[in-house]
């Protein structure tokens, strides 16, 4: 079987480019599941009911969100929705939940969120929540996206999962990286699976106001980037009788 993950969606741009090309990216790479992270689908960033159908009107299974999960005061709404998932290190009895299980017939699919700490929100420990998370998971095909700024602690989640999940793809910092591997023969694993957006940005916003930011160290209202935009995801091949990730493979439509 195949999944494939695409990286943090930015804005309305982001959306309707996953629209416009979801469709034929699924049927050229004959994807079963899609997963997308979701957490700035909404204009300014955040997710918002619109931006989530706009996905799920693409043909998107599962959306997976981040540290600005809560961003928008529609969200405690928005995860009544079980294909919308928040970080799972949330404290208990936050709105949520961290995880999606996915039932295909013939096979079932978890797909598990979770947020670093470093230099980032002071959640639970994101090492062993997933611990306890999988405790009961009665699949073998575990699919981790690992929100995180630190690319140690995306390597640490990588190496510690490392035969008990089939895939951890590391999302936030919207800069694809080249280091995609299969570990212990067993768990596929990327340290940021990138943007989807307005390319020509800074991380998806409109250069200058983000420019003057680092060089004048005062406040500057972020607005979305009207480049043309690019997708930035990974599809991963699978084993469904025993979760094995057999191949993990980059790409990149402009």
Known sequence: MKLLFIGDVVGNAGCQFVQNNLHRLKNEHEIDITVVNGENSAQGNGITKYSAQQLFNAGVDVITTGNHCFKRREALSIYDNSAIIRPANYPDGCAGRGVCRLDLGKTQIAVINLSGTTYLDPLDNPFTCIENILENIDTPNIFVDFHAEATAEKKAMG????????????????????????????????????????????????????????????????????????????????NEKNGKCTKIERIIIR
Do not use: W
């Open 159 to 238: 190496h510690f999962l490392t035969g008990k999940v089939t895939a951890v793809m590391g999302t936030h910092t919207h800069v694809q990286t080249a280091d995609e591997i299969i570990l212990g023969s067993h768990t596929g694993y990327i340290t940021d699976t990138g943007m989807t957006g307005p390319e020509l940005s800074i991380l998806g916003v409109d250069i200058q106001p983000a420019l003057d930011r680092f060089r004048f160290r005062f406040p500057t209202r972020f607005t979305e980037a009207s480049s043309p935009c690019f997708l930035n995801g990974i599809v991963i091949t699978f």
